[in-house]
């Protein structure tokens, strides 16, 4: 997508977004809700029109008119949408026959999907009968099991199950280590954090940010929060600590210190020593490495989940 | 080729799955017509013949005298006004031709067709050619029927478009601003053509059978023949389930309005034509039928219920072919129409 603008009416949804991706990737859009995730993905499949811009997938522009394209991608939405008087095998096999004419291949396909997503004592089921997280999971088979090359998963994992949301994120993994390039939106940052390869920032209908994670880190000067609960916490202790290399700020209040380490992730051994060596002594202590909110509340001015 | 059969097990086994689509289509009808029957079964036994008194001289007294439906009491004037004003008979046909009644009730309406008839065929009747006036006045003004003819046929009428729903149903599964399911399967490489041929087809079978089980349930069970011209009647079922679902997908298609908007729409429109075409009672028909004749003539309720009355049980194909061609090719116009309103598109919004 290069410089996309969507308008709806006075709200601008994409402000010149931009943003690629390449075969083989997982690809993760994330951003608050209203931020434009769903737009870019409909943007995509040709269902929205945009107002400026160039939309490309597999080097071709978007045309609802494209049969090839549509015919190697695959959608999951964020609505679960199946016919939910249908049972789960027939949805799927109908699914799976929009794209596959051979009954058997299709059959196989079908089959395949069923396993994928952990739906085999539910073949019969129907789809309206089905727990949340079990809806979710057809929701997905609908639109995997023909093996598209490049799949948008539209936040599947919004109002699942702790154990279904495993499940989908590890049947995600694996369909990537198969073959498909996937594009994930969501606004759980650690759902971002555990499954993509390369994340896109998005905030107001703008990419705000893209790169791996540890590249996005590096973009915020990060640093790493070590909470300490000092046994004899004084002005002098706080300013033995301050003087250790890598600290680079100091708070206390009621015995609990925090500590600033930069780089992140490096430094904690170094300051334990330190601390020991300097007769500090703690009660507890817990570290914390920077997330994905603190680069967004540093790009944005907010986080995550305002 | 095979897509459009997998559309077509799409959708019948959806129809067959959905209760709430096999009670409304199925036995909501079947309890409708049942409870009809009970109610309007009584008063048709019970209707009597019009009583009328005929002064000496009036031209077609020996004709009005072989019309069934009157009870012709011979009286001179004093005696006919008196007659009248006791209430033993609605109307007089004076020796002059004028007809006098007291108000404006169903009795009265059947007088005053039967004397506007006979002055019409006043001149063919002189010229001595034989005439069945009762048939001809049944033919042309269907009030004979009673009510409960008139309410079955008219529920008749709205059951066989019932085939509207379906059409909405169709629209809201393939134009991708209308609903997640649709915006999914746009992303998909379905044909709109072939899912929208596949829903037609199947919704007119659906719909066709249900009208059809409606009138063999009428014929067996309460004895009530709409079946006496099957193939006639079965053509015209056809038709106007055809024509249902063309206005579902009309409606459908043509704005965004969601299902709870058209359903109630839908049920609120056929209610309104099915009450003109006398489903609630003769009343309000003969009203629109002198006041907004126009109205029923093309009201496809009424269309279907006179049309199936007359092919079954008066024996005539007055209007049959009229009214067929009328529900295929505005059916068509409106197929044709929506399939505009659904052709791919990237949507402003969804």
Known sequence: MKEVVKRYKEVVALNRFNFEINEGEIVGLLGPNGSGKSTAINCLLGLLSYDEGEVEVFGRRVS???????????????????????????????????????????????????????LEKYTKFAAKKLSGGLKRRLNIACGIAHRPEFVMFDEPTVAVDAQSRNFILEGIKEMNQNGSTVLYTTHYLEEAQELCDRIVIMDEGRNMASGTLEELIDLVDPTEAVHLVLTHPSD????????IPGVVDVTEENGKAVILLTPPGHRLSSLLEELKNNEIYYSSLYSELPTLNDVFLKLTGKALRD | MKRFFSHMALNVKMSLKDKSTLFWSFIYPILLLSL?????????????????????????????RQIDVLDVKDAECDEA????????VDGIYRADGVLLVRGKGMNETVLSEIGSELKKVGSVYASGRSLDFTRKYVERGDQEQGMLYVTLSASIGMFALYGY??????????????????????TTPISRLSYVS????????????????????????????????????????????????????????????????????????????????????????????????????????NMISRTIYRLNVLGSTKEFTENILIFVVAGLILCIVSLIFMRKRQFKSL
């Open chain 1, 236 to 243: 002098a202790v706080l300013k033995l600590i301050s003087n």
């Open chain 1, 64 to 118: 609802p008119d494209d049969m090839d394209t549509k015919q190697r991608i695959g959608f999951v939405p964020q609505d679960l949408s199946f016919f939910a008087e249908l049972s789960v095998i027939d949805n799927i096999r109908y699914f799976a026959g929009l794209y596959e004419q051979n009954n058997v291949k299709r059959d196989e396909m079908v089959r395949e999907a069923i396993a994928f997503v952990g």
């Open chain 2, 198 to 301: 596949a829903g037609l087809v199947s919704g007119v079978a659906m719909s066709s059978l249900q009208t059809i089980g409606l009138l063999l349930y009428l014929k067996w069970v309460w004895k009530i023949d709409y079946l006496a011209d099957p193939v006639r009647t079965l053509l015209l079922v056809l038709t106007a389930s055809f024509f249902g679902i063309a206005i579902g997908l009309f409606i459908g298609a043509s704005n965004r309005w969601s299902l709870k908007a058209k359903v109630p729409l839908g049920i609120a429109l056929m209610l309104l034509l099915s009450a003109a075409s006398g489903m609630m009672g003769p009343g309000f028909r003969l009203y629109v039928e002198n006041n907004l004749p126009w109205l029923n003539r093309y009201n496809p309720v």
């Open chain 2, 36 to 64: 009809m029957a009970v109610a309007f079964s009584g008063i048709q036994s019970e209707q009597k013949s019009i009583a009328v008194a005929v002064e000496p001289g009036h031209p077609y007294a020996d004709v009005l």
């Open chain 2, 165 to 186: 729903f379906s059409g909405i149903s169709i629209v809201h599964h393939v134009q991708a601003n209308l609903s997640s399911l649709a915006a999914r399967l746009s």
């Open chain 2, 81 to 88: 006004l008196k007659l009248l004003r006791d209430k033993d």
